[in-house]
């Protein structure tokens, strides 16, 4: 009797500690979900924070510029946030930074494709549109340019290991291409709702250099 006794205690035990590990476990990736997602929203808001601060000097700097500075803060955004998910990390639980730095780069991209149709980018627009044409300017200085910008991202086949950006510029226009091959990356399909995204994606932007 004494040792059927001990097997049920034994038993009784490993059932306690299998349940505590899976609830510790539970909770440990709930904590992750959440830090995770708040590291995301202020990565992605400081990007647009960067883009918006440099879009009010805009006018005064080439496309050329403009690209540069856009893929610093795309690359400035990506190392913060490697730096501070690295912190985060479960390995005990399998939970690793690689695909979420992954993911992360992807949605850094598409927020930057995005920005120029972004209500704060088309009021900033306007602002400066409005301020220009408020100048007291006399007649025959009376001037208006306009330029046209595309911003295409191609994404083809692939998990994320191959991304950049080019650009070129004729005068008031210019042409600004991305590309990231994480059209088969998991992270990405979840994003596009379990559908592969795009490979080709044109935002134009309308540049008007108005003098009164």
Known sequence: MSGDSDTALAKHRLELRSTLKDRIETQL???????????????????????LS??????????????QE?????????FAFESTIT???LPILSITKEKYIQAMSAKLNDALVAFPDSPP??????KQVQSMASRDKKPT?????AGLSLVAMIRPDGFGNLQGFAGYSMG???VTVGVHNDADAPETISQFGGSRPPFLRVQPKLNLDIEL
């Open 141 to 145: 200085e009376r001037s208006l340019d």
């Open 54 to 67: 440099q879009l009010q000097s805009s006018g005064k700097k080439s496309p050329e510029v403009e690209l």
């Open 29 to 51: 990736r709930e904590l992750f979900a959440l830090q995770l997602a708040i590291l995301e929203k202020s990565t992605l808001k400081k990007l647009n924070s960067k883009l």
């Open 70 to 78: 856009n893929a610093s803060a795309v690359r400035t955004a990506e």
């Open 172 to 174: 008031a226009n210019s």
């Open 121 to 126: 980018a088309v009021v900033k627009n306007m």
């Open 87 to 89: 912190d985060l990390e």
